[in-house]
């Protein structure tokens, strides 16, 4: 079992900046990869950001250039550096570990709100 906590959401003003964590309770650099998803209001889950076990990195096009992810293996923790937020970014974001194929975790969300 995997846990993953996620932290540093919260309430941002358009054109901000916030940086997101996920922590997890296992050995991160075994993971085939991690990721970051958010979902808002009626709407369906996405990808924003992902980082594989080698370092390559894939975004979704509305953040790409905005957003930027990391992990530190050491830490077993992966982080999402946000910046000029928009308010259309206003979401609850999820941490995601696929360890293995068809094994995977989510955590349990973080709120980030970008006022206008």
């Known amino acids: ?12 003003q358009a054109g901000g ?27 369906q889950r996405e990808l924003v950001a992902a980082i594989s076990r ?10 790409k250039g905005r957003f930027t992810i990391s992990r530190d293996n050491a ?4 982080y999402l550096q946000m910046s000029s937020l928009k308010p259309e970014d206003t979401a609850v974001y999820y941490c995601h570990a696929n360890i293995v194929p068809g094994l995977h975790y989510w955590g349990q969300g973080t709120q980030v709100t970008v006022s206008s």
Request: proline residues 2%; glycine residues 16%; positive net charge.
């Open 1 to 12: 079992q995997v846990q993953l906590v996620e932290s540093g959401g919260g309430l941002v």
């Open 17 to 43: 900046s916030l940086r997101l964590s996920c922590a997890a309770s296992g050995s991160i650099f075994r993971f085939n990869d991690m990721g970051w998803y958010r979902q808002a209001p009626g709407k």
């Open 54 to 63: 080698g370092g390559s990195t894939n975004y979704a096009d509305s953040v």
């Open 75 to 78: 830490k077993d923790t992966v």
